[in-house]
């Protein structure tokens, strides 16, 4: 396990993440709005990849959530409970489409346990 690339996959998944709902919010379902999605599907492959688990992806998340170090912004910033159960819906989609398409991880081969339930 590599702390630098996890933080990284996580980092990544939480910033598209936020601007999928950003854009959605202030110019609708336009094509920066597909962009920021199209950002967190690549996130969710490149974590599939790294051959994460949605289940270890999403402790990995909790564990490297943005902590600005002041907790009035960290309140602020911080995901609802309906977001992250959001983006935890949207990353089993990701993992099963992987998964049914039969795509290979590039970690050793090795596929990720997907449960196929929400």
Do not use: M
């Amino acid at each position: 396990d590599d702390p630098e690339r996890s933080r990284f996959i996580c980092r990544r998944l939480e910033l598209a993440f936020r601007k999928v709902w950003l854009r959605l919010y202030t110019t609708g379902a336009d094509a920066n709005y597909a962009q920021a999605l199209k950002s967190f599907v690549q996130g969710g492959v490149a974590a599939y990849e790294e051959g994460y688990s949605v289940a270890a992806l999403q402790f990995e998340l909790a564990r490297n959530e943005l902590d600005t170090g002041d907790a009035i912004v960290d309140k602020a910033v911080r995901l609802t409970d309906q977001e992250r159960r959001t983006r935890e819906v949207w990353l089993h989609l990701i993992f099963l489409t992987l998964e049914r398409l039969d795509f290979a991880p590039k970690k050793g081969g090795i596929r990720p346990k997907t449960e196929d339930s929400l």
